[in-house]
């Protein structure tokens, strides 16, 4: 009889035994966030302003996660031009992964997957306000993996609203993936700027058909 797993349930170490990944903790393996020079415009700004602002004004109540959704992560999405076309979002999308050797199904639900030309381009996994945003971790490399094709880099945003972290994901021979740095509302700088910079690069990086021939080669 076939065991079904939640992915909910997976602790980073099963994840990595299940897919032999490796996380790999070089800078240079996950160059695509960092050091970038993308111009954002006084309206782009003004509305993250906004948007960082709503969400502080609510961040003393508990905050269920679809709240999270639509002060946070529907602006940045917005502003980063990852809702409008070829880019196509799709909320709660069911992923299911066999392990037949060990009559196991892990089964799970994306909380939003952004789309382009079948691609998977960006996983974003949300957890209430009040959670870790690494126990998101797990989850997010899980659907990753999951993902049909592994001729290009996937990249990920995990979000609790109050932080931001960007995965990087690599499926070819042995499968690795980085992190970056932790992006957070709560120094007086306002970091979503740079998190939807990171998300603008990812973008035009997904659009270039140079970029994706080099990294398939």
């Known amino acids: 009889m076939v065991e079904v797993i939640q992915a909910s349930n997976l602790t980073l170490h099963e994840v990595k035994e299940k897919f032999n990944l490796q996380q790999i903790l070089e800078p240079q393996f996950f160059q695509e966030w960092q050091g970038l020079d993308v111009d954002l415009t006084g309206y782009e700004q003004h509305w993250l302003d906004q948007a960082k ?13 679809e709240i999270v959704k639509i002060s ?62 690494l126990t998101a971790l797990p989850q997010a490399l899980f659907y990753m993996m999951a993902s049909p094709g ?16 960007f995965v990087k994901l690599i499926k070819q021979e042995t499968p690795r993936y980085g992190i ?10 306002n970091e979503l700027y740079q ?3 990171i ?3 990812f973008r035009e990086l997904v659009l270039g058909e140079d970029w994706q021939a080099q990294q398939a080669g």
């Open 53 to 65: 602002a709503d969400f502080l004004s609510l961040a003393e109540y508990p905050l269920h996660e």
């Open 72 to 133: 946070v992560l529907a602006p940045i999405l917005s502003v980063a031009g990852l809702c409008r076309a070829s880019f196509v979002p799709a909320a709660e999308k069911q992923v299911e992964v066999s392990f037949k050797d060990e009559d196991e199904l892990i089964r799970g639900r994306i909380d939003l997957l952004i789309l382009y030309r079948n691609l998977w381009v960006t996983t974003i996994e949300t957890k209430p306000k009040q959670a870790d945003v």
């Open 150 to 165: 592994n001729s290009h880099p996937l990249f990920g945003l995990l979000t609790n609203g109050n932080h931001f972290l």
């Open 180 to 189: 970056s740095e932790l992006f957070t509302l709560w120094r007086q700088e």
């Open 195 to 197: 998190v939807v910079r």
């Open 199 to 201: 998300l603008k690069h």
